[in-house]
């Protein structure tokens, strides 16, 4: 089992900055993927930014360029810089981790409000 702590959402006008943060633990060796989705209200969950542990990287096409995902192997902990947030960014926010299954965090809000 996988167990996934998020942290880092909140209340930001437009045009701020959020860091979120997700840490994994448990049995967590053989894992290639993390990332981040969200979902809106009455929306589908949709991807954000995924990093495998080779480095490689995929974004969402509304937050290519606004939003960067990192990680540390180690721990292993993935990391999302969200900047130029805007109105429609506001969403619960999810921490996935994949191995040969898919775990997901409990979800962190994320509100962009003027």
């Known amino acids: 089992q996988v167990q996934l702590v998020e942290s880092g959402g909140g209340s930001v006008q437009p045009g701020g900055s959020l860091r979120l943060s997700c840490a994994a633990s448990?049995?967590?060796?053989?894992?290639?993927?993390m990332g981040w989705y969200r979902q809106a209200p009455g929306k589908a969950r949709e991807q954000v930014a995924v990093i495998d542990t080779g480095g490689n990287i995929k974004y969402g096409d509304s937050v290519n360029g606004r939003f960067a995902i990192s990680r540390d192997n180690a721990k292993p902990t993935v990391f999302l810089q969200m900047n130029g947030l805007k109105l429609e960014d506001t969403a619960v926010y999810y921490c996935q981790f994949r191995d040969t299954n898919t775990y997901w965090g409990p979800g962190t809000q994320v509100t962009v409000s003027s």
């Open positions: 448990g049995n967590t060796f053989n894992y290639w993927a």
